[in-house]
C-alpha cells in the first residue's frame, strides 16, 4: 500500500489478555518503529528496528511487551497478560532508515482498551 | 545521545496572533530536524524539515521553523494562527544509524 498500515485500528481486551498488534510499513522502508500514546500524552518509544541490526528494545516498559518483524517488513507488537494501564494508542512508523534526511511516515494507530 | 526538549507542554494563543513553539535538540554532529502536527483524531504529519543550507524552512500550512546551531533550537512558527491549526506539535531528531527520536509535543489552543 501506499502507506503505513496498522491492524486492527481498534481493540478491546479483557485484563490479563495477550494481543497482537500488527503494522505493514511502507515498501522498501528499513526502519520501523513502535510508539505508544497514551491520552493527551505524548509519544513514549517502545522499540526500533533497523534492516538486519539488533533491534533497540530500550524503550518497552515491561517483559510482557515484546515486537518482532519478519523478513524485514511486516511487524507484529505483542502484549501479554494486558493490564488495563496498557490502554494507548499504539502508532507504528517507518522511514528509510539508511537516510538520516528522510521523514518518518506514520500509521494511524491501533486503539488498545484494556477492561 | 540524542534527545529532543519541548519546554511547553501546552500553549494557547489567541486566533490571528502568531506563534512560536519551542524545541531544542542534543546531537553530536548536525542534526536532521522535523516538526509533525497531529491534528484531533487524525494520524502524525509532517509540517516541515530541515537537512542543511538555509536555516529558515517554510513547510506547509504557512508553518516556517529556523535552525539556530548556537543555541541548538529549531523553533516553529506561524504569524498568524487560524482556529485549525490547533493540534499537537513534535519536534524530532534523525541522528544515530537514521533513529528519529521525538518530543514530548506541545498541544496547541486557539481561542477564537
Known amino acids: 500500500g501506499a502507506g503505513v498500515s496498522q491492524s486492527p485500528s481498534n481493540k478491546v481486551t479483557e485484563k490479563g489478555k495477550d494481543v497482537e498488534l500488527r503494522c505493514d510499513p511502507i515498501?522498501?522502508?528499513?526502519?520501523l518503529y513502535w510508539y505508544r500514546q497514551s491520552l493527551g500524552q505524548g509519544l513514549e518509544f517502545l522499540i526500533y528496528f533497523q534492516g538486519n541490526s539488533a533491534p533497540d528494545k530500550s524503550g518497552l516498559p515491561s517483559d510482557r511487551f515484546s515486537a518482532e518483524r519478519t523478513g524485514g517488513s511486516v511487524s507484529t507488537l505483542t502484549i501479554q497478560r494486558t493490564q488495563q494501564e496498557d490502554s494507548a494508542v499504539y502508532l507504528c512508523a517507518s522511514s528509510f532508515g539508511w537516510l538520516t534526511n528522510t521523514e518518518a511516515f506514520f500509521g494511524q494507530g491501533t486503539r488498545l482498551t484494556v477492561v | 545521545a540524542q534527545s529532543v526538549t519541548q519546554p511547553d507542554i501546552h500553549i494557547t494563543v489567541s486566533e490571528g496572533a502568531s506563534l512560536e513553539l519551542r524545541c531544542n535538540y542534543s546531537y553530536g554532529a548536525t542534526p536532521y530536524l522535523f516538526w509533525y502536527v497531529q491534528s484531533p483524531g487524525q494520524g502524525l504529519q509532517l509540517l516541515l524539515k530541515y537537512f542543511s543550507g538555509d536555516t529558515l524552512v517554510q513547510g506547509i500550512k504557512g508553518f516556517e521553523a529556523e535552525f539556530k546551531r548556537s543555541q541548538s533550537s529549531f523553533n516553529l512558527r506561524k504569524p498568524s494562527v487560524h482556529w485549525s491549526d490547533a493540534a499537537e506539535y513534535f519536534c524530532a531528531v534523525v541522528g544515530n544509524a537514521g533513529k528519529s527520536t521525538f518530543g514530548d509535543g506541545t498541544t496547541l489552543t486557539v481561542k477564537p
Open positions: 515498501s522498501g522502508h528499513t526502519a
